[in-house]
């Protein structure tokens, strides 16, 4: 009787040591996803009548290349339902792939799977791209409480990453030799 006591007793240990287990792999996750996370600056409201050509804003470190090409980033794997397009490009790995930071930015209705916009990129130099469709409108990538993204999103390279997003060197792309559009599939 004794040693059936000590065996439920062992099972109970080891099944609550393994519920334990995955709660602290959930917590520590959210935490390393939290710290990722850089505070967001208030954004202005979306106009309701966004302009038909995209709306691209640029940077002094953007400016400073006087040689610049149109680059088409195509974005594919967008829900089929009106929602803007939020492209961002990072001549640098400072702040990617935080929008706030980007060197330069756009943003295009779309309303199919798949929308291209034409980018004033410079002709030489590394650069990542992020992008993501704006569903709910709010002008940011919306996350869930443990901080996943439940917007479709994507960067160039069709970068991926296991936690949190991808270091800038795996999504940069040199600028000298895009010829092509730059595709993008967003999850």
Known sequence: MARNIEATE???VRSSGLKAATILAVIVSALWFMRQ???ESPSPPLETQPPPAPTVSTEPA???APLQQTVV???SGLKTRPAAV???VFLTDEGFPDVTS???TAEQDAKEELAEIPMQLPLSGMAAVAVFQDLDGNGVLTKNVVGLPTEPYGFSKNARATFGPPPFDAAAVDLATITEPLQ???R
């Open 10 to 12: 062992s099972t109970e």
């Open 37 to 39: 996370r850089q505070p």
């Open 62 to 64: 953007a400016i400073a």
């Open 73 to 75: 980033v195509q974005v």
């Open 86 to 88: 939020m492209v961002a």
């Open 102 to 104: 980007a060197s330069i």
């Open 184 to 186: 993008i599939s967003v």
